[in-house]
């Protein structure tokens, strides 16, 4: 493809065209694929072709969503599976074994927290926490056996960010994996390839599709990293269904539009927020307020659409300002272009301790928005309004 914008080739990266001569690329919703000939089949299995066997392996709608991921974010390849944890589930298996250390910022999606503490450990693969806010103390947390440095940048939920640029180095000087979640800002707002990620991981379910409709995740990365996450799920079976990767794909096409009025209303809304009586604090990355305002500017083009802010009533106030609600969603889901609120100490992170969700800045009061794509002063009000009863 000529040297168009990414966001071009994004939208023009498609599946082959068919003898129907369809513009829009269609859907393969098949289980298998057949054969012309035995040899074909054996050529498959052998991978002297490229010929396509199962979707469990590989689908055409599915590499299509793929391929569109990876021009975004600068990736040589990527593999699709059913959902965002499935994505990180299926990194952390494919690469650590028993007696390997992964180091993991604290601030992170609470299932992940639970894969780490609960899961891993099973299997004798043991885990340290640094503070996304100290960079400088990760390099001491480093073990001999440390095969891995993940992180959220920004976090979930207090959206903290980190240096990329310092981790990449620090990974690449210790000859470790980089592994990015960069799902709240998309490739649209920040590439962490660029900085020295190894992989960068998405739950799809979130502004990719945008809409709330499916479910889905992608690892993208290094072509040799991406083969051993292929073989790895190729086995297990996370991959996603056809389906979902066909309506993935269709939403990566106004992806860019939409990041860019999600953060305009953002933006707007935590302006408006800044300074309210009720709320402690407004946490968003590109208010000069924000404690990592500079390293947000650095590697992100703009803030992204999430906003949070801490209310000092603490988890009465917080439960209050949620059933006052009027046009905002009460759901777990973020990304939508439906604005949704959430209380992450009560949900998300509740099965955290206090003194882990005070690490990661999660306060009792602290309210997760996910600023939506309706009119930006409807949005406001009903805020505004849930505050003065809370």
Not at 45 to 55: H, R, T
Not at 289 to 316: C, N, V, W
Not at 349 to 368: C, D, F, W, Y
Request: include cysteine.
């Amino acid at each position: 493809m000529k040297d168009f914008h990414e966001n071009t080739k994004a939208i023009r990266t498609r599946t082959p065209r068919t003898s129907e001569n369809e513009h829009s690329a269609p859907l393969f919703l098949t289980s298998s694929f057949q054969f012309d000939s035995a040899e074909d089949m054996e050529g498959a299995f052998l991978e002297q072709n490229n010929l396509n066997i199962y979707s469990r392996f590989i689908n055409p709608t599915v590499r299509e969503f793929i391929d569109r991921v990876c021009v975004l974010e600068n990736a040589e390849d990527g593999f699709a599976t059913a959902t965002g944890m499935a994505a990180i589930f299926g990194t952390f298996m494919t690469f650590l074994s028993a007696g390997d250390h992964i180091l993991s910022s604290s601030s992170i999606f609470g299932s992940t927290h639970t894969i780490l503490t609960k899961y891993l450990v099973r299997w004798g693969i043991s885990s340290t926490y640094a503070d996304i806010n100290k960079p400088e103390e990760w390099e001491a947390k480093i073990q001999p056996n440390t095969k891995i440095i993940y992180l959220e940048t920004p976090t979930n939920p207090g959206l903290d960010v980190i240096d990329l640029e310092y981790i990449g180095q620090l990974a690449k000087k210790h000859n470790i994996m980089l592994v990015v979640d960069n799902c709240f800002a998309t490739p649209i707002l920040q590439k962490p390839i660029d900085f020295g990620a190894d992989l960068v991981i998405h739950s799809a379910t979130k502004w990719m599709d945008g809409q709330g409709r499916v479910l889905g995740g992608i690892i993208v990365g290094k072509k040799e990293l991406i083969r051993e996450v292929y073989l790895f799920c190729r086995q297990t079976g996370p991959s996603m269904s056809p389906f979902n990767a066909w309506v993935l794909s269709r939403s990566l096409e106004t992806l860019d539009v939409r990041i860019q009025r999600h953060c305009d209303n953002a933006e707007a809304l935590a302006k408006i927020l800044e300074n309210h009586p009720k709320i402690n604090k407004v946490n968003y990355p590109f208010s000069p307020s924000h404690p990592g305002y500079a390293i947000a500017k650095k590697q992100m083009k703009r803030g992204g659409g999430l906003i949070t802010f801490d209310l000092k009533g603490g988890a009465e106030a917080g439960k209050k300002f949620m059933n006052a609600l009027e046009m905002l969603t009460v759901t777990s889901n973020l990304g939508d272009s439906r604005t949704i609120a959430s209380h992450p100490a009560s949900t998300t992170h509740s099965k955290l301790t206090v003194e882990e969700k005070a690490a990661v800045g999660i306060t009792e009061g602290l309210i997760r928005v996910s600023v939506g794509l309706e009119y930006i002063d409807d949005i406001a009000a009903d805020i505004l309004q849930a505050l003065d009863k809370s």
